[in-house]
């Protein structure tokens, strides 16, 4: 049955039907309707020729992949439209509409070519099939949907991006608009999705600091959309906060002393991931030696650093995008590192017998400037009198004033640069105890100084030496101011008589004065010198000459004198020597006379010269011959004189 089009029922209500007569009404209808069908046949029959496709327009193109088609309204038909990929159908792709003059095709591909056709069905016997346009198909070409296309920066995983942060990427030529989503996870919620148009770029505001975002930009036309990266999301940290103000120390600006591996100190710095440190011997407000970074503490300790030296040193907090803070405001520190450690030498601790001015050394500290010594009667470990100084060297006597004698001490030596001082044995102080005051000054006073003729046993004297405990001297017989035999002690007498002097010998001795504190020479260390008296030179008899004959009974012997002689003695027997008891002292004389003699007897006589230092015996042995007795001689000898001569010389 033909249908007439719904627009054309509307004008074609039923009238002239009157109420309660419903079999004439219903004739009437039935009339008037195939009146109407008629005149429409007849009326349409030619023009079903010129039904047409509306939209797409034949040879469409850029169109996506879902399309709308429409055609023209053709009265009482029904419709089947085909999309093929040829200008023809396969089987079974005819698809009906019913009597609706539009459908929607989706899934289509993108940059492809379709053809397609609508088909009107009537009841005309005569155009059953009414192909629409003549039965030619059109033609129309899906978008091709963008291209893969990429981001370009942020890089991925780029940070210390700003907060206000622009993401770019590549054109996409096909692209009509751009979406973009960022997150802080890499999925995109619900209307995140935000189209910028057709841009290459978008700038996102109020990002937080120190956080990762991920994005993500589509490019899209008509066709659809692809996502940048086949899909892959982007990421970025934004900038994090700029750590905070924070200040070094210890040491304290303008430190003294700091140990060659001191410990460097400073405060937290508010989002601070890392710290870095510089220590420069430059002070111009840089690094010229390298920063020391990755720093998690708050402290550092450098190494190497030299003995006596200046350091300028700086921290800054870097957070994890780099971004740094200097200390203090950028203002570097400096510090001065003490000299290297030394010890002292001597005296070692705990000596004694040590002089009011004694020498002390010690070893050299490194980058000293000068050294300072302290000497103290109290064990505090501190110079409660004062420090002196010494000059820049590692040995010295104590300086002025002297300490006092038989006292105990307690000494340092501290090593000076210019940034303070450092104590030797890394302060610990020694000890020592000075000596006993050594006795006072004192003089030889016998023999004078260059006596001569002494006796061999000739008594030393001096004068007395206060705090003396005893005396020692010594005699030598090498003029070079000093003992070369021995000190012999004298015990606390002020003389002493040397033994073993040689006669007619120079000697020279000294005497000095000791006790606990040392010795002390006579005269300044000035030796004296005395000479011993030698025995009498040699000499010789004179008269009777030897083996003289007919001597008297009566006779009187002579011999020269002897140089250095203080006496004589006289000796005569019948036999050339002389019996124990026989020499005879006859003074200081160079004769002696002596009587009754016996007659025509050989006598031998001898002479010694005689002093202090010895005898000396004359240098002949002299017979003396008497004369035989004559006849008016009495044979009888002189008893008187006999009596006084026995034995011969003897007074």
Known sequence: ????????????????????????????????????????????????????KQTPANGTGGLARTVTLTWDYVPLATYRYCVSLTASCPSGGWVSTGSTESATVSGLDGGTTYYWQVVAFTSDLKNPTIPLNGGTWWSFTTLFRPPTFNKTSPANGATAVSTTATVRWEAVATATSYEVCANTAPTCPAGGWVNVGNVTSRTQHGLDHGTTYYWQVRAVNASGSIDADSGTWWSFTTIHFAPGAFTKGPPASGAAGVATSPTLFWSESLWAATYQVCVDT????????SWTGGVTGRSVSPVGLSPATTYYWQVRAANVDGVTTDADGGAWFSFTTRPGTFGKLAPASGATGMPASPAVSWTASAGATNYEVCADQVN?????????????????????????????????????????????????????????????????????????????????????????????????????????TSWTSAGTNASAVPIGLSAGTTYYWQVRAVNAGGAVDADTSTWWSFTTLAPPRAFGKTIPADTAMGVSTAVTVRWDPSARATSYEVCANTAPTCPAGWWVDVGNVTSVSRHALDHGTTYFWQVRAVNSAGRTDACNRLPVYTRPPTPDTPDSHDTTLDSIMRPPWRR
Not at 10 to 38: D, I, K, Q, Y
Not at 450 to 457: K, W
């Open 282 to 289: 430059t002070n111009d407000g840089a690094c010229g030696t």
């Open 380 to 484: 505090d470990s501190a110079c409660s009198a004062s420090w002196l100084t010494v000059g820049n060297v590692t040995s010295t006597t104590w300086p002025s004033p002297p300490l006092a004698y038989d006292a105990l001490y307690y000494w340092q030596v501290r090593a000076v640069y210019a940034g303070g001082s450092i104590q030797a044995d890394s302060g610990t102080w020694f000890s020592f105890r000075t000596k006993v005051q050594e006795p006072a000054a004192f003089s030889k006073t016998a023999p004078a100084n260059g006596a001569t003729g002494l006796p061999a046993s000739t008594t030393l004297t001096w004068g007395a030496s206060a705090r003396a405990a005893s005396y020692e001297y010594c005699v030598d017989t090498t003029n070079d101011g000093a003992c070369a």
């Open 1 to 52: 049955m033909l249908q007439m089009p719904s627009r054309l029922r509307a004008h074609w209500e039923p009238v002239g039907c009157t109420a309660g007569r419903p079999t004439s009404r219903s004739a009437g209808r039935a009339l008037v309707v195939a009146l109407a069908a008629f005149v429409w046949l007849t009326t349409h029959a030619v023009a079903a020729l010129a039904y047409g």
